[in-house]
């Protein structure tokens, strides 16, 4: 999937879902994983989805997430990809992690990956992580999808 109208739309369209989730009568939690399972069910190139949530205040904490298991439970910040993305509170494209000095590796199949930190009115309260087995699959049409994602499940950390 390139930098095409097809995938924007396609990217779009998800987006009306991940909107539906968000409004179920549900635990934060359980909608959080229902929306890790809708990504990487839909994209082919999301191979691991998963929320890394605010828990101490520099220090992040696995929350839901679907793919395989990592080690990385806990992460501070400055540390790795995601600790580096709730550290500087930027939106970190990574297209061949094995460039990349400061990574912590979940698996040796991942070949790229996209952080993208989450606020609730202007605070950092968690990161999206995306790991794609594929080289260089991110484009601007997944940062701006992905954060449009990020504010949606903003709205769930109300009474979190
Ligand atoms: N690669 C991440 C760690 C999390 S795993 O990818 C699930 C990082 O460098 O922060």
Redesign the pocket.
Known sequence: MNETPDKQLFLTSLVDKVREIAARPQETDEKLFSVCKLLKDNVPYYN?V?F?LLDQPRELA?GP?V?EP?E?GR?SFG??????AAERKETIIVQD?SQ?A?????SPK?KS?I?VPIFKTGELVGVL?I?SYARAPFTEEDRAFLETIGEIVSALYQNH
């Open positions: 691991w998963g890394y696995l997430f793919g990592t990385h992460i540390t790795g990809l995601c600790g580096q992690v990349e400061n990574y912590l590796s979940c991942v990956e952080i992580d790991d």
